[in-house]
C-alpha cells in the first residue's frame, strides 16, 4: 500500500532554516511527480510546489519561490523540501503528496509541523 | 493567478444530499478534484477528473463540472461525512496548483 511519511518539521526561528523529507513506499517512486502541501493552523489548503518524476520540472507557489527548494532522491524514495528565510507565515502543517501527470494529488502523508516563532 | 471560489459552510441534514459548489472562470474547461478533510486527518482524495472516484469513496459521493461552476454532491449524507471539502485545479497555462478556499460541511 502507498504510505508517504513526513519528517524534520520542528521549532524555528524567523529567518531559519529547516529541511523537510518525506519517505515513500508501496509504488514506484521514480514514476511519480510529488508535491508539497501546506496548510496553516485554521486555515485551508495551499499548495506550496512540485516536482516532475525526473526532477526536471519544478514550479513553486509565489509565497515561497526564491526561499524553498524541492528535491527528490529516486533511489532513496524520498522527496525533500529545504526552507530558507523562514516567516511567521510559514508556520503550518506541511504533507508531501503523490501527484499525478494532471496533477491531483491522489496520496497524502500525514504530514509533519513547521512552527517559526522567535 | 487562477482562483477558486467556495462557500465557507454548508449545512445538510442527515439522510438529505449535500451540493458544494467551486466557482471559477471557464472551470468547466479545467478537471476538477476535490478532497475531503477530517479534523486533526490529511486530505484524502474523494473525486478526481470532475467525477471519477477512486476505488473506496462510496457512490454516494458525485461530481459534475460545466461552465463557470464545478459541484460536489454528496447523496444520504450521514454523520461521518462532516468535513471539511475542497475544490483543486491544475491551472495548465501557469503550471501552478490551485486550491479553493474550503467547505465546512455541517451535518445537522
Known amino acids: 500500500q502507498v504510505q508517504l511519511v513526513e519528517s524534520g518539521g520542528g521549532l524555528v526561528k524567523p529567518g531559519g532554516s529547516l529541511r523537510l523529507s518525506c519517505a515513500a513506499s508501496?509504488?514506484?517512486?521514480?514514476?511519480?511527480?510529488m508535491s508539497w502541501i501546506r496548510q496553516a493552523p485554521g486555515k485551508g489548503l495551499e499548495w506550496v510546489s512540485y516536482?516532475?518524476?525526473?526532477?526536471?520540472?519544478?514550479y513553486y507557489a509565489d509565497s515561497v519561490k526564491g526561499r524553498f527548494t524541492i528535491s527528490r532522491d529516486n533511489a532513496k524514495n524520498s522527496l525533500y523540501l529545504q526552507m530558507n528565510s523562514l516567516r511567521a507565515e510559514d508556520t503550518a502543517v506541511y504533507y508531501c503528496?503523490?501527484?499525478?501527470?494532471?496533477?491531483?494529488?491522489?496520496?497524502w502523508g500525514q504530514g509533519t509541523l513547521v512552527t517559526v516563532s522567535s | 493567478s487562477y482562483v477558486l471560489t467556495q462557500p465557507p459552510s454548508v449545512s445538510v441534514a442527515p439522510g438529505k444530499t449535500a451540493r458544494i459548489t467551486c466557482g471559477g472562470n471557464?472551470?468547466?474547461?479545467?478537471?476538477v478534484h476535490w478532497y475531503q478533510q477530517k479534523p486533526g486527518q490529511a486530505p484524502v482524495l474523494v473525486i478526481y477528473?470532475?467525477?471519477d472516484r477512486p476505488s473506496g469513496i462510496p457512490e454516494r459521493f458525485s461530481g459534475s463540472n460545466s461552465g463557470n461552476t464545478a459541484t460536489l454532491t454528496i447523496s444520504r449524507v450521514e454523520a461521518g461525512d462532516e468535513a471539511d471539502y475542497y475544490c483543486?485545479?491544475?491551472?495548465?497555462?501557469?503550471?501552478?496548483?490551485?486550491f479553493g478556499g474550503g467547505t465546512k460541511l455541517t451535518v445537522l
Open positions: 483543486q485545479v491544475w491551472d495548465s497555462s501557469s503550471d501552478l496548483v490551485v
Open positions: 516536482i516532475s518524476s525526473s526532477g526536471s520540472t519544478i
Open positions: 471557464n472551470i468547466g474547461s479545467k478537471s
Open positions: 503528496a503523490r501527484t499525478t501527470v494532471t496533477r491531483h494529488l491522489d496520496y
Open positions: 508501496g509504488f514506484t517512486f521514480s514514476d511519480y511527480y
Open positions: 477528473y470532475d467525477s
